[in-house]
């Protein structure tokens, strides 16, 4: 069993940065794809970026490409996501994932396929 803990999120205006932690216990994940999510008030659940096990391969929504920055540290079991130039429509609460596949070279970008899921952290852009 795989325990995901998100961290960093917080209050910030538009233009701004935050970096999201997703901490990982119960077992490893260093063989894992994983990915972050967010949900906003009202809305689904949506995609925002995903890696592979290694971090050899990510990917990104088109409304976050070239903002945000998704990365592994495997020796620590941590996620992270770099979030730049934040805008108040990216406002949600966000999400970390892991597949519980190891190794595989299919990186999941649908909710559906990532099994163990954090308790989110908010993030609120103010314009």
């Known amino acids: 069993q795989v325990q995901l803990v998100e961290s960093g999120g917080g209050l910030v205006q538009a233009g701004d940065s935050l970096r999201l932690s997703c901490a990982a216990s119960?077992?490893?994940?260093?063989?894992?794809?994983m990915g972050w999510f967010r949900q906003a008030p009202g809305k689904e659940r949506e995609f925002v970026a995903a890696?592979?096990?290694?971090?050899?391969?990510?990917y990104y929504s088109d409304s976050v490409k070239g903002r945000f920055t998704i990365s592994i540290d495997n020796a620590k079991n941590t996620l992270y996501l770099r979030m730049n130039s934040l805008k108040p429509e990216d406002t949600a609460v966000y999400y970390c994932?892991?597949?519980?596949?190891?190794?595989?070279?299919?990186?999941?970008?649908?909710?559906?396929?990532?099994?163990?899921w954090g308790q989110g952290t908010q993030v609120t852009v103010s314009s």
């Open positions: 119960g077992r490893t994940t260093s063989g894992n794809a």
């Open positions: 994932a892991a597949d519980q596949t190891y190794y595989s070279d299919y990186v999941p970008l649908s909710r559906a396929r990532y099994d163990y």
């Open positions: 890696i592979s096990w290694n971090g050899a391969r990510t």
